[in-house]
């Protein structure tokens, strides 16, 4: 059976994924494939249930509990979408991925980023994405999208700059670190050119 392609994408709050997704996915299932898309947190009913709980429950969470919430949902996503749709020669494209975890709870809550990301890999059964897209955004532009939605922030939208500064540069270091496995865009770029390079990138990977 023909092994699948896992695109995951990441970046900070406001720096566009959910568009750019939704256009590769367009553009992949114009071409004729089959596509299966995740998100994380809340990718299963299950998953539903934690995104309510980690990010809209009123009062504190310990950041090992956080931590431990996310990676339970990502369990539950792999072991019942992921995997399940790359065994079937499937592309799987995901709104964030265990890159987040260490970003967010290791860079932003302060704890081992190698412990938060060796539980992720745990709950994940070691499952790395083909690709990872890092749309880069610098925090004070990612605030104003935000702001203009006009939402509610989130437990998370609603940290203060110095940790969305962490997060940024944890996922920049984390891009560099692997740079075989990332694609860094600029997220101030035009939608239809962040658009571009992320074709012709997924192109390389599907003439493989
Ligand atoms: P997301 O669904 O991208 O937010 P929205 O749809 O509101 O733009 O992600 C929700 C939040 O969860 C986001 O602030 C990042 C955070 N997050 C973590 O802190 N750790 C993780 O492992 C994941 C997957 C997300």
């Known amino acids: 059976m023909a092994p699948g392609l896992f695109i995951t994408l990441e970046g900070g709050d406001g720096s566009g994924k959910s568009t750019q997704s939704v256009l590769l996915e367009g553009w992949l299932v114009d071409d004729g494939r089959i596509v299966v898309h995740s998100r994380e947190p809340g990718g299963t009913e299950l998953g539903l249930e934690l995104r309510e709980i980690i990010l809209h429950s009123r009062g504190y969470i310990a950041p090992r509990a956080e931590a431990l919430l996310y990676a339970a949902d990502r369990a ?13 020669g499937e592309i799987v494209i995901q709104d964030r991925y265990l890159d987040s975890s260490v970003a ?105």
């Open 76 to 88: 539950h996503n792999v072991a019942t979408i992921v995997r399940p749709s790359l065994a079937r």
């Open 104 to 208: 967010y709870q290791g860079a932003g809550r302060v704890l081992d980023a190698v412990e938060v990301r060796d539980l992720s890999l745990w709950a994940a059964e070691g499952l790395l994405p083909d690709l990872t897209i890092l749309l880069d955004l610098d925090v004070a532009a990612g605030r104003a999208r935000l702001d203009a939605d006009d939402k509610v922030f989130d437990r998370l939208e609603a940290e203060k700059d110095d940790f969305h500064t962490r997060v940024r540069d944890s996922f920049l270091a984390l891009a560099a670190a692997e740079p075989e496995r990332f694609l860094v865009v600029d997220a101030t770029l035009p939608v239809d050119r962040i658009a571009t390079i992320i074709r012709s990138r997924v192109s390389t990977l599907l003439a493989l």
